[in-house]
C-alpha cells in the first residue's frame, strides 16, 4: 500500500507573528497564483504549525496576509483531521454555542472561554485549485471557525468579553508583547461584523 506523505517535511519551520504584529490585525488577500509558491507555503505552515504544537494556522500568523490555513486537528470523537483550505469561506456556523477554552500560537501561553458553534462548514480550494469542502463538529469546528477568523484579521480575545475578557486582557499586559496586543485589540474591537459569528475543548491555532 502506498504510503501518505506527511505534510510539512519538506517544509520551514518560519517566525510566529505575535498579537500587534499588523498582519494579523487585517484581512487577509485572496489568493490568485496558485503556483509552487504556494505549495512551498503549505509546506512551511505545515512544519512551523507542528514545530509550536499546534493544532491550526493561518497565514498571517507566519507574517503572509494571504488567505490560507492548514490544520491537523481532532473532533470530539477523536477523529482525526488533517488538510488545508486556500480562499476559505466560513459558509455555515451553526448548532449549539459553547463556552470552551481557547489559546492561540499568536498569543502563547493564554488561553480563555470563547464562546464557539459546535459546528461549522468552510468552502475553499487546495492548493492545486480543487474544490473542497469541510465540515466539523465540536473541536473541529472550533478550530475551522478560529482560523478563518484569522484571516479576516480577528484573534479569538476579540471574542471574549466580560470577565474573562478583562482576565485575559490583564494576562496579555503581562507579556513581553503585551502593550502592542493590547493597543491592537482596542483599535480593532469589533471581530467580524456582518459575518456569521465563529464557535468547546482547547484550541490552540
Known amino acids: 500500500m502506498?504510503?501518505?506523505?506527511i505534510p510539512g517535511t519538506s517544509g520551514t519551520v518560519r517566525t510566529m507573528s505575535l498579537l500587534g504584529d499588523p498582519v494579523l490585525h487585517s484581512p487577509c488577500a485572496e489568493v490568485t497564483d496558485f503556483g509552487p509558491d504556494l505549495g512551498a507555503l503549505v509546506e512551511d505552515m505545515f512544519a512551523t504549525m507542528y514545530?509550536?504544537?499546534?493544532?491550526?494556522?493561518?497565514?498571517?500568523?507566519?507574517?503572509?496576509g494571504l488567505r490560507?490555513?492548514?490544520?491537523?486537528?481532532?473532533?470530539?470523537?477523536?477523529?482525526?483531521?488533517?488538510?488545508?483550505?486556500?480562499?476559505?469561506?466560513?459558509?455555515?456556523?451553526?448548532g449549539d454555542e459553547y463556552l470552551g477554552p481557547e489559546g492561540c500560537l499568536s498569543l502563547p501561553g493564554l488561553e480563555a472561554g470563547t464562546p464557539r458553534f459546535d459546528r461549522a462548514v468552510v468552502e475553499g480550494t487546495t492548493a492545486d485549485g480543487d474544490p473542497v469542502r469541510i465540515t466539523g463538529t465540536g473541536f473541529?469546528?472550533?478550530?475551522?471557525?478560529?482560523?478563518?477568523?484569522?484571516?479576516?484579521g480577528t484573534v479569538y480575545a476579540q471574542r471574549v468579553?466580560?470577565?474573562?475578557?478583562?482576565?485575559?486582557?490583564r494576562a496579555i499586559r503581562r507579556t513581553?508583547?503585551?502593550?502592542?496586543?493590547l493597543h491592537a485589540l482596542e483599535v480593532r474591537a469589533d471581530p467580524g461584523a456582518g459575518r456569521a459569528p465563529p464557535g468547546h475543548a482547547r484550541c490552540a491555532a
Open 176 to 181: 513581553p508583547w503585551g502593550a502592542r496586543g
Open 2 to 5: 502506498r504510503q501518505r506523505v
Open 51 to 64: 514545530a509550536a504544537e499546534g493544532v491550526g494556522l493561518a497565514a498571517n500568523q507566519i507574517g503572509v
Open 161 to 169: 468579553a466580560g470577565m474573562r475578557g478583562r482576565r485575559l486582557r
Open 140 to 152: 473541529f469546528a472550533r478550530c475551522l471557525q478560529h482560523e478563518c477568523d484569522h484571516l479576516d
Open 68 to 94: 490560507v490555513f492548514v490544520y491537523d486537528c481532532p473532533d470530539d470523537e477523536d477523529v482525526r483531521h488533517v488538510g488545508h483550505v486556500v480562499n476559505p469561506r466560513l459558509v455555515e456556523a451553526g
